[in-house]
């Protein structure tokens, strides 16, 4: 029976000392609503992979580890600073927990960065109205485990009409081995305004647990592109969510780049209304026995919204990748126009990826594609540059490369895409571009 | 007697223990032009392929010979940093590569191979558009993906023009002239002639005489059954559009 799973039982009497340390304990909405979400944890802990959203991603490190908050003792800083971006303000969460030291977030007009621990001491009532609006605990026991656990997260309150120039990076460290880093961060852009996020995770080489959830709130026709790089330690376990609500005529543009972890999950979830625009680039890369999951859900509830999703898949040595793509158009989501695709590369017999596209139409009248290939170098192509005096090694590096590439080369933000194709090379060594 | 460049004997030839050359000799030394013609699976692909190194053929018996080296004994890419390079008959399609990076690589690759260092950016790039230029190609080009979307001419064109960028000593035409109309054929002709010189060879492969009239062949040999069955001066390609090859199949060399 999972209710008596050991671990979820160990998170169980671990949070009762634990929980005096959390953000609005005097607030009532919130313990009821922490106190559902443990309720649902205590139920059936982990997800499991006998649910659907699950099936191809068992989390047995986190059923056999107990993974705890701690507090950093000193940061690398020099490690730190490598991955900030420099045209961008930055919002640091070092373990989970806001730091105020080394974030660098003066000097902005129409944008308030905040940190959530903060805000909900100092003005509960804001988060009260953002909380929850884009996800609950009903969506499985990580968001239940997030909303239970989470420590602490940035808000970012974007008022109308503004148009933020300089994007904002919050950069997750994780410094300690063993370390529980749960966090929840809530965005809102107002109607008409327009801003840049850029989440950028890393971790020490130990393992680690991070859960993040992201709540996206967009106003009528705001645009907000989230790009999230995904570079956690090696032995890491991670769990990303970012939940989205769009309201009509917005535009929500998210690249998904999951490169770290030992075993990665992200889920990518929008709401569109009226001729809301929902734009899905993802890339994972994955060696080693590294797991990248990648869930996507699109949901058209409305009529004549747009969604472009995009995944590509590199797997090699023994690693796995999953994609999941479910778009849904309601019954009255007339003239909805959707295009998935997801395309994989496997460089080694052991490599393995499962995809799931999921189309959901219930209106009559709309435009879906989608469209999923799995395969391999392909031979001539390889032997094409090695007659061009190329080695084959550096000739398979190079088609993945620029197999990967089409992904980076989707982002606009010129400094991201050049830590991206850093990243790349750092995998697949080749001449740079 | 001229050091020969290119010295292939009695050589045996088969995919998937089929038999596809039996026995060919052919020999090219500096600065001559060979044409090696034939008809249909008479094993021209097959030779070019085996020269370059493509894998997926055995060979079973005889050498080849390149600048006294053993030719057969190098991975593909050491015959092209030794200056063996192949335009190949349906040129691959490299999404994501561009041809400026393609290029770039492939002169280094070369360089590094004499012991020379990695080609100063400026100069590469003086060096590519004056290659563009010769071979009426739009700069842009340069830009575009390695053959995605090229015309059937454009790609040609784009095999010469990697040739006439890394320079080789032995230069292979598998089948050039197919798929091209007439004013590619020229232009693509003319970026071939521009690279003659006393001590760049070339193996012309082809089917038809047509490409013949554009690159002047110093020697013409008929391929057939795996074999070369006869060889002459350029009056022997106008004596087979003639007569066709049926009279040679079966003769022995």
Redesign the interface.
Known sequence: MIAADHSAYSYLTAYQTLVTSLPGRDLPWLQQLRGEALQAFAERGFPGVGEEDWRYTALSVLNKTVFAPVTAQQVDLDWLNSYRLDDAACAVLVNGRFSSALSVLNGWDGVTVSALSELLADNPAVVETMLGQAVTSCEHNLVAFNNAWFADGVVVRVVANAQIDKPLQILHVVTDAQALAVTRNLFVVNDHADIEIIETYIGINEAYFTAAINEVLLGCNADLTLSKVQLEGGKAQHFGGTYVRQAPDSRFAHHNFALGGLLARSDIHSDLAQASECTLNGLFVASGRQHLDNHTRINHAKPHGISREFYKGVLDQRARGVFQGRVIVAEHAQHTDSEMNNRNLLLSSDAEVDTKPQLEIYADDVKCSHGVTVGQLEDKSVFYLQSRGVDEATARNILTFAFANEMVDKVENAELKSLLLKELLVRFPAMSL | MTKRMLSIKNLHVSINDKAILKGLTLDINPGEVHAVMGPNGAGKSTLSHVL????GYTVTEGSVSYNGKDLLDM???I???EGV??A?QY??E?????NI??L???L???RK?KGLPEVDAMDFLTLVKGKVKLLQMDEKFLYRAVNEGFSGGEKKRNEIL?AAV?EPNLCILDETDSGLDIDALRIVAEGVNSLRSPERSFLMITHYQRLLDYIKPDVVHVLADGRIVKSGGPALALELEEKGYGWLEGQAA
Do not use: C, T, W
Not at chain 2, 52 to 55: A, D, H, L, T
Not at chain 2, 94 to 98: E, K, N, R
């Open positions: 370059s190194g493509k894998p991975d593909p890419e015959r092209a940093r390079f192949l190949f040129p691959v490299i999404p994501g590569v561009s990076y393609l770039k690589a492939a280094n690759a070369m191979h990697q890394l």
